[in-house]
C-alpha cells in the first residue's frame, strides 16, 4: 500500500487500465452463471457451467444480443446453500446482471429465490424437481414431477405389469415431495398400501446389503415389483453395486432413477446396470440432427471428445434459447418487460419437438423413459406420444391440486381456485 | 430374416427371435446367446449380421463370425458396426430359450441354472422339454430341480391325488415361487370361491405354507445375523487399528479415517496399475495399504505426534489439521471425484444356500479377512519381540527405558503398526462404499465409538464390541430406518459408557490403575 503512494503513476496506470474495461463493460449483457464449481455438487454443476459459457460465446458468434456482446459473469456458490443467497445477491445487486442461470439441488433454489424476489431479478433453473412452486422471477426449465415421475409410473404399470412398487430415496426435500406425490399416485389408481414400501437413507449412504435384501424379499411375493429411485450423488453406486451382487437383474426387479443419467454414469462400470431404467426428457442418444450438432458443438467447445450431454444441459440450451428470443422481442433485457415477453414463446428443443413457455413458467417437454446400455448410454423404450405441459402444482397431493399458477391473467403463483385468492409468492 | 434385425424395433426383434427358435434347431444357440451377450452385430457398409466375439469397446477392430456357418469371416473396424440392442423384455425371452437348449449340456451346472430359468417362466412347451429331460437326466441335483417343475405343473392335474403328493413333495422347497404358487391355492378369490376346489388339498396347501413361512423366517434371522456380523466385521476392521493407537499408546488420532482412505486409494492405484488382473491387485493391494498408510504413520508420529504426547488436546487438533491436509493432498492428486474400485469376479455374487437363503461372498470375504487380521495383530502383539516391547512401554514407560528398551523407536513402530492397519481396512471399504476424499470421515466417528464401546487397551473388547455393535444395528435397521438405527446405537452406547466407562472389557491390575 505505502509503496503505491509513493508511485502515483502506479495509480494512473491502473486507472487507464481500467477505464477501457468500464466502457466496454457498457456495451455488454451480462449473464449470471450460479453453479458450483468446488464441493460435492461441483461434479455435476461444473458441466451446467461450461454449457452456460458455451451458449454465451454461441450468441456472441452470431453478433450478440441487441447489438450488444453478452459477457458471462461466473461465480461460485461452493455447494454451500447459504453461500448461494450471497453469491445471488452479488450477482444481481454488485454485478446487475440481466439474468442468471443456475442452482441444482432444490435447497438452493429455495435459498436464492428471496433474494431474486427481492431484487427483482430473473432465475432460469434448469434441474428436474419436485413441484410445489411458482415464483415470478424463476422460469423452471426441467421438469415438473407430472414430466418425469408420473409418465414413469404409468410406464411401468401399463407396459412392465408392475402391482408392487418400492419408493427409494435420499433423504431430503426432493425424494420425500416426489414420493408423497406418487404414493397418491398410485392408491389414486387402485395400489394397495401393503403394495408400496417406502425407504429413505441419508446422503452418502454406503451399506445397502439389508436394504436390497429387503428390496429382494419384498418383491418376491409373486407380483411383479420395481424399484423407483429418487437417490440422489454418489449413494447411488453402491446402491447399484449391491443389486448386482445379490443377482437382482433389470428383468426381475427393475429400478427406474429419477436422477441418474449419462454424466453419472460415466464415472462408473455400467454393466452391472444394464437394463435398469431412467425417467429423463432428453437422452444424449437421441437421433435428431438437433442433438447431433448439439454434441457436436459441446464436444468442440469442451476439446474433450467423451464428454457426455445430458438432460439439464437441455433444459439451460432451451431456457438459454428461450431469454434470448424474449429479450429480442422485448428489445429490452429488463426484468419486467423480459418477464412478460416470455410466456407462450416457443423454441425447438433438442429431441426434435418444441418447447413451449407456461403461464405457470413451466415448460412443456416430452418424457422417455431408457434402458440403461453397457456402455453408460439409453436406450430410449418409451415416450410420450407428444410433449407435456409441466404442472407446478400436483394434482394428486391434498391442498395441492386447487392450486394453480399464472403469471399472465392471473399474476400470481400460488392461486387458490376454491378460496379465490392468491397467497404470493409461495417459498417457505 | 437376420438382416431385419438391424432395423427392427424391440418388438419385432422379439418376433423373429421367436420365429427362429420355433424350429428348436441347436445351431441357433451362439445366435441368440450372442444377442443376449451384446456381442450380435450389423456392419453398416452390407447391412449384414454377424456375431464378434468379444464386446470390448477399447478394441478398434473386432474379428467377426459369421452367425449360421459360425466360421470366421474376417475383422471390421468398430465404427463399421452397430450392436443389436436389447431391452429387458427381449432379454428375458432370450434367456428362456437359450435355457431350452442349455438343457442338453454336458455340463450339470450349465444345466441346472438352465432349470431354474425355466421355472421362473414355466409354460407348456417348456414343461414337455422337462418332462422329457427328467427321464434322461443322469444328475441328482437337476433331477431334484426338474421335480420341482413337475411338481408345480401337477397343482394344475384334474386328479386330487397327484396335487396333493405334489404338494407333500414341494413342501422341502423353500423358493418364493413355489411358496406363492400354494399360497395361491389357499387365497380366496374375487368370486368368493378358491382356486383350489377340493378342502383337503386346500388344507395340505396351507400347512405346507405354513411350514415354508417358518423355515423361510427362520433363514430370515439367519441372514439378518450374517449382515450384522459383516457389518460388525467392518466395524472391528477400522477400529482395531484405532485400538493400538487410541488404546495402547492413547493417542487420539482424528487423522485415523484419512489413513484408511490411504488405503482405499492404493488399492484404486494398484489396480491401475495391473488393468488386467484385478483379482490380483487385490490380494497386493493389502501389503501395499499397509505399507503406505503404515510409513504415513510413521512420518506422523515422528514429525508431529511425538512432541505432542500427554497433552490430548493438541494431539487432537493437531491430528484433525493432518487429516484436512491428507484429504486436500488426495483432492490434488486423484480430484474430488469418487474412483471406482472393481471388485475382483472371486468376490462377488452370492452363494445360493437354499431357496430362501443366499450369502454374498464380498460380505464372507470381508467377515475372514477381518478375523485373519485380527488373529495376525494378536500373534505381533503377544507372540513376538515388537509385541512384548508395545505391551512394556505402555504399561510402564520408565521402567522399559531403564531395561533398554528404545522407546521413542516402539513408539513410532507401534503408531506404524495401527496406522499400517487402518490401511488395510481402507482395501477392505473399497469394495463395497465409494473411494473419495471423504471415506475416512464416515468411519472416524464409528472407530473411535467401537473401541470406547470395547474397552480401551483390549483387542478382545473391540472384536466383541464391533461385532455385536453391527448386529444390533442391522437387527434395528428393518424397524426403525438407516437414520434412526443409528441415532439409537449412539444412545445406548452413551447410556452403556455412564454406567460401565471403562467399556466391555475394562483393563485390570497395575497398568489400569496407572493410567487413570
Avoid at chain 1, 80 to 94: C, D, G, I
Avoid at chain 1, 292 to 301: G, S, V, Y
Avoid at chain 2, 345 to 357: C, D, E, I, P, R
Avoid at chain 2, 359 to 382: D, E, G, P, S
Amino acid at each position: 500500500m505505502s509503496s503505491m503512494q509513493r508511485f502515483p503513476t502506479v495509480w494512473l496506470l491502473a486507472a487507464a487500465l481500467a477505464c477501457p474495461g468500464a466502457a466496454l463493460a457498457q456495451d455488454t449483457i451480462k449473464v449470471g452463471v450460479l453453479h458450483s464449481l468446488s464441493g460435492t455438487m461441483a461434479i455435476s454443476e461444473t458441466t451446467l457451467k461450461d454449457t452456460v459459457l458455451m451458449l454465451v460465446d454461441q450468441q456472441n458468434k452470431k453478433g450478440g444480443l441487441l447489438g450488444k456482446k453478452l459477457e458471462a459473469v461466473v461465480v461460485d456458490p461452493a455447494s454451500n446453500w447459504p453461500l448461494f443467497a450471497e453469491k445471488a445477491r452479488q450477482l444481481l445487486e454488485k454485478d446487475k446482471v440481466a439474468v442468471v442461470f443456475g442452482c441444482w439441488t432444490s435447497v438452493s433454489r429455495k435459498s436464492v429465490l428471496p433474494v431474486f424476489e427481492k431484487d427483482n431479478g430473473l432465475l432460469f433453473y434448469p434441474v428436474q424437481y419436485e413441484g410445489e412452486e411458482s415464483s415470478k422471477n424463476v422460469i423452471y426449465t426441467g421438469a415438473a414431477p407430472n414430466q418425469q415421475a408420473i409418465p414413469a409410473v404409468d410406464y411401468l404399470m401399463k407396459d412392465v405389469a408392475v402391482k408392487r412398487w418400492v419408493l427409494e430415496g435420499t433423504d431430503y426435500v426432493y425424494p420425500r415431495t416426489t414420493n408423497k406425490i406418487l404414493e397418491a399416485y398410485l392408491k389414486a389408481k387402485g395400489v394397495k398400501a401393503e403394495d408400496i414400501s417406502i425407504n429413505y437413507t441419508p446422503f452418502g449412504y454406503a451399506d445397502w446389503q439389508a436394504r436390497v435384501a429387503a428390496i429382494k424379499r419384498f418383491g418376491s411375493a409373486g407380483k411383479k415389483t420395481a424399484v423407483i429411485s429418487t437417490i440422489n450423488g454418489d449413494a447411488n453406486v453402491p446402491f447399484y453395486k449391491e443389486l448386482g451382487n445379490q443377482r437382482i437383474s433389470a428383468e426381475d426387479i427393475p429400478v427406474v432413477a429419477f436422477s441418474v443419467g449419462e454424466e453419472e454414469l460415466s464415472g462408473l462400470d455400467a454393466k452391472p446396470l444394464v437394463g435398469h431404467l431412467a425417467a429423463w426428457n432428453y437422452f444424449m442418444s437421441d437421433k435428431a440432427p438437433a442433438n447431433k450438432a448439439f454434441i457436436d458443438q459441446w464436444h468442440a467447445f469442451i476439446k474433450k471428445p467423451k464428454r457426455t450431454t445430458n438432460d439439464p444441459m437441455e433444459a439451460h440450451y432451451i431456457g438459454f434459447n428461450l431469454w434470448v428470443k424474449a429479450v429480442e422481442k422485448a428489445r429490452s433485457t429488463d426484468v419486467e418487460k423480459v418477464l412478460a415477453a416470455l410466456p407462450g414463446l416457443e423454441v425447438p428443443n433438442l429431441t426434435g419437438g418444441i418447447a413451449k413457455l407456461l403461464p405457470n413458467h413451466h415448460v412443456t417437454k416430452p418424457v422417455y423413459i431408457g434402458e440403461v446400455r453397457a456402455d453408460g448410454q439409453f436406450d430410449v423404450v418409451w415416450k410420450t406420444s407428444g410433449t407435456v405441459p409441466g404442472d407446478a402444482w400436483s394434482d394428486y397431493l391434498p391442498g395441492s391440486k386447487e392450486i394453480e399458477a399464472d403469471w399472465v391473467t392471473l399474476k400470481c403463483g400460488n392461486y387458490n381456485t376454491k378460496t379465490k385468492m392468491c397467497s404470493g409468492q409461495s417459498y417457505k | 430374416m437376420l438382416g431385419e434385425l438391424g432395423e427392427a424395433s424391440f418388438v419385432e426383434k422379439e418376433a423373429i427371435v421367436e420365429r427362429l427358435s420355433a424350429r428348436g434347431d441347436p445351431s441357433i444357440r451362439p445366435l441368440l446367446s450372442a444377442l443376449l451377450e451384446d456381442r450380435l452385430i450389423v456392419r453398416q457398409s452390407d447391412q449384414r449380421v454377424f456375431i464378434v466375439k468379444s464386446a470390448d469397446d477399447s478394441l478398434a477392430s473386432l474379428e467377426l463370425i459369421d452367425p449360421v456357418s459360425l466360421a470366421g469371416a474376417g475383422s471390421a473396424s468398430r465404427d463399421d458396426l452397430t450392436r443389436i440392442g436389447t431391452n429387458n423384455r427381449l432379454r428375458k425371452r432370450l434367456r428362456a430359450l437359450v435355457a431350452r437348449f442349455d438343457l442338453s449340456n454336458p455340463d450339470a451346472a450349465v444345466r441346472l441354472a438352465a432349470v431354474q430359468e425355466i421355472l421362473r417362466s414355466l409354460d407348456a412347451e417348456s414343461l414337455e422339454l422337462l418332462r422329457s429331460r427328467s427321464a434322461v437326466e443322469p444328475n441328482a441335483g437337476v433331477k431334484a430341480e426338474i421335480e420341482i417343475g413337475m411338481g408345480l405343473a401337477s397343482l394344475d392335474s384334474g386328479d386330487s391325488r397327484a396335487r396333493l403328493a405334489a404338494i407333500a413333495a414341494l413342501t422341502r422347497t423353500l423358493s418364493p415361487q413355489v411358496r406363492n404358487r400354494l399360497a395361491a391355492l389357499v387365497e380366496p378369490t374375487a368370486d368368493g370361491g378358491f382356486a383350489e376346489p377340493d378342502e383337503l388339498v386346500r388344507q395340505a396347501a396351507a400347512r405346507a405354507v405354513r411350514a415354508i413361512d417358518r423355515w423361510r423366517a427362520f433363514y430370515g434371522v439367519v441372514e439378518t445375523l450374517f449382515f450384522g456380523l459383516s457389518v460388525g466385521s467392518v466395524l472391528v476392521l477400522v477400529a482395531v487399528g484405532l485400538a493400538i493407537t487410541f488404546g495402547v499408546m492413547g493417542v487420539i488420532n482424528m487423522a485415523h479415517g484419512e489413513l484408511m482412505m490411504l488405503g482405499a486409494y492404493t488399492t484404486y492405484v494398484m489396480q491401475l496399475a495391473m488393468p488386467n488382473h484385478i483379482g490380483v491387485s487385490i490380494l497386493l493391494a493389502v501389503p501395499a495399504a499397509f505399507l503406505v498408510a503404515g510409513a504415513t504413520g510413521v512420518i506422523l508420529e515422528r514429525t508431529i505426534i511425538r512432541f505432542l504426547y500427554g497433552r490430548p488436546l493438541e494431539t487432537l487438533l493437531a491430528t484433525f489439521g493432518v487429516s484436512l491436509v491428507l484429504q486436500q493432498l488426495v483432492r490434488s492428486l486423484f480430484s474430488a471425484n469418487n474412483r471406482s474400485v472393481e471388485t475382483p469376479a472371486w468376490m462377488s455374487g452370492t452363494l445360493q444356500m437354499n431357496g430362501a437363503l443366499s450369502i454374498t461372498v464380498n460380505r464372507l470375504c470381508i467377515i475372514a479377512f477381518t478375523l485373519v487380521v485380527f488373529a495376525i495383530l494378536l500373534i505381533v502383539l503377544k507372540r513376538t519381540r515388537l509385541g512384548l516391547d508395545i505391551r512394556a512401554v505402555s504399561q510402564n514407560r520408565a521402567m522399559a527405558q531403564a531395561m533398554g528398551i528404545r522407546t521413542g523407536w516402539v513408539d513410532a513402530m507401534t503408531f506404524g503398526l495401527g496406522s499400517g492397519i487402518a490401511g488395510i481396512a481402507g482395501v477392505a471399504l473399497s469394495q463395497f462404499t465409494n473411494v473419495g476424499p471423504n471415506l475416512g470421515q464416515s468411519y472416524i466417528i464409528d472407530s473411535f465409538m467401537v473401541v470406547v464401546f470395547g474397552g480401551v487397551g483390549n483387542l478382545w473388547g473391540t472384536l466383541v464390541g464391533g461385532l455385536s455393535m453391527g448386529v444390533v444395528h442391522q437387527l434395528l435397521e428393518p424397524y426403525a430406518g438407516a437414520v434412526l438405527a443409528k441415532i439409537l446405537v449412539l444412545v445406548a452406547l452413551i447410556v452403556f459408557i455412564q454406567r460401565w466407562p471403562r467399556g466391555l472389557f475394562p483393563q485390570t491390575g497395575r497398568a489400569a490403575e496407572s493410567q487413570t
